[in-house]
């Protein structure tokens, strides 16, 4: 199906929004399936397509999903019964590339999709590899895919220090580590809400897992769910995309769903800024639209930094600045495609080294863009809805990858977004 997501921009929202699971926290925790024996529960699940995308791959190892009632997802794991994880939807969904801890700890080796570079910036997986490396491993790259396999016998204790803190090396690591035989000490690691949510449904496992700072200490053993529940917890990222649509153009906007230590750091930015911002209670706030943002200059780095998964929504609040706002980014320093499509709404902006300058543009113009990844599309979805009059948003199935029901959600509020099939579209009645 070939759809579009057209929208009719320039109304005020007013209303509540309830915000799904988390996106990147599920995905590492559907991945963790692979190193825990047994049966158990994950409620709160996103309906999102990489959901789908990773648990068609989660089946293909051997393990049994099933979708209960009320985004509830059964999984059970009696074994693993293959190593061979060169699927082409493993190329669609980065955070398949998780899969190898488990894959490796069952078989010892494993042959896996290599995770594109896209649009945000290359994504190689050199941290990953060096963690298995230290751990006996050898890595042999093809055309495509990427073979690891068990060459020496794992040393009894590990000590190492990641080059950058990066959050899917973090994630592999912790994983492969908890049901290993041996103690691991990662240093220089992310700490990522997502991270802390990995560990949480691992300690509920069994695991053996202590952080400090940055440091991630974890003694392997056997991991068991005997009917385990594990309650999901709302998307950060989805609950400060809402936010930044109600600073654009909300009359009052409740957005709830996230425990307030997730999204802190960014709501303090947000109400320097000029953004109205009332706390409701530990889980929901309330944004009215702000007229004028002041000048800024935000630096998107890991956790407990600006999220760069925020970076081009802000971009879009950034066309109310007063004079200028200057974004970078640490964690993907190329980050700006998303800038040539905003441009088609009428934002102005001058590119920086690793980075941008947005200028204040009043009036956004209506436009036909094109999402060029899942956070493209969120700011194009804000741009759209500023701009008063009729946008079209390409290649939209990169929102249903990560935002569960953001037509919905939005209509809810009183804005007008549908998915159009285009071929449907196309059929003329007279
Ligand atoms: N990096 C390396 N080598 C590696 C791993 C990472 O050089 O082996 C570099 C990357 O190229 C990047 C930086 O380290 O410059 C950080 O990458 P990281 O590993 O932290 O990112 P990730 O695990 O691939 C996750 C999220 C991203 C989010 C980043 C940063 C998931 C599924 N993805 O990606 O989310 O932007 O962390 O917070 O959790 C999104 O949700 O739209 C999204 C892209």
Redesign the pocket.
């Known amino acids: 199906m070939n759809e579009i997501l057209r929208i009719r921009g320039g109304e005020k929202l007013e209303g509540e929004v309830l915000v799904s699971g988390s996106?990147?926290s599920v995905?590492p925790i559907l991945a963790a399936s692979l190193v825990v024996k047994g049966r158990f529960f994950l409620r709160n699940v996103p309906n999102i397509t990489d959901v789908y995308f990773m648990i068609s791959l989660l089946e293909k190892l051997g393990i049994e999903v099933s979708w209960l009632p009320n985004n509830t997802l059964f999984l059970r794991n009696n074994g693993l019964k293959s190593n061979d994880i060169r699927y082409s939807y493993a190329n669609e969904v980065?955070?398949s590339v998780l899969l190898l801890a488990g894959v490796l700890n069952k078989f010892g080796s494993a042959s896996i999709m290599l995770p594109g570079g896209d649009k945000?910036?290359?994504?190689?997986?050199?941290?990953?590899l060096a963690f298995f490396k230290k751990l006996g491993f050898e890595y042999k790259i093809h055309e495509g895919y990427v073979e690891v396999h068990k060459v020496k016998s794992e040393p009894k204790k590990l000590r190492l220090r990641f080059p950058?803190p990066?959050?899917?090396?973090t994630q592999q690591s912790i994983i492969y580590s908890s049901s290993s035989n041996i103690t691991v000490n990662l240093e220089n690691c992310?700490v990522?809400p997502?991270i802390i949510d990995l560990i949480h449904f691992l300690k509920g496992c069994g695991a053996d897992i202590e952080v400090l700072n940055r440091t991630i200490k974890i003694r392997g053993k056997e991991l068991l769910a005997n009917d385990y529940v594990f309650d999901l917890p709302g998307d950060r990222?989805e609950f400060l995309t809402f936010t930044l649509l109600g600073a654009l153009i909300g009359r009052k906007v409740t957005v709830s769903g996230v425990q307030r230590w997730r999204v802190n750091n960014v709501l303090k930015k947000l109400q320097k800024l000029g953004v109205q911002i009332k706390s409701v209670d530990d889980q929901s706030i309330e944004i009215k639209e702000t007229r004028k943002l002041n000048n800024f200059r935000i630096v998107a780095s890991p956790y407990p930094g600006f999220?760069?998964?925020l970076q081009p929504m802000m971009a879009v609040l950034g066309s109310k600045v007063e004079s200028r706002g200057v974004l970078k980014d640490n964690?993907?320093p190329t980050r700006f495609a998303y800038l040539e499509e905003l441009k088609k709404f009428g934002i102005n902006y001058k590119l920086l080294k690793n980075g941008c300058m947005i200028l204040r543009s009043t009036t956004l113009i209506p436009a036909q863009v094109r999402a060029l990844?899942?956070?493209t599309g969120a700011a194009l979805v804000l741009a759209g809805l500023t701009a008063k009059g009729e946008s079209e948003i390409l290649d939209s199935y990169h929102l249903r990858r990560?935002y569960d029901s953001i037509d919905i959600k939005i209509r809810n509020l009183g804005g007008s977004i549908y998915f159009i099939d285009t071929a449907l579209d196309e059929i003329k009645i007279f």
């Not at 945000?120 to 990953?128: E, L, Q, T």
């Not at 990066?166 to 090396?169: L, R």
């Open positions: 996106k990147n995905l980065r955070s945000i910036g290359p994504r190689p997986i050199n941290y990953h950058f990066s959050v899917g090396a992310a990522e997502e990222i999220p760069t998964d964690v993907f990844d899942i956070r990560g």
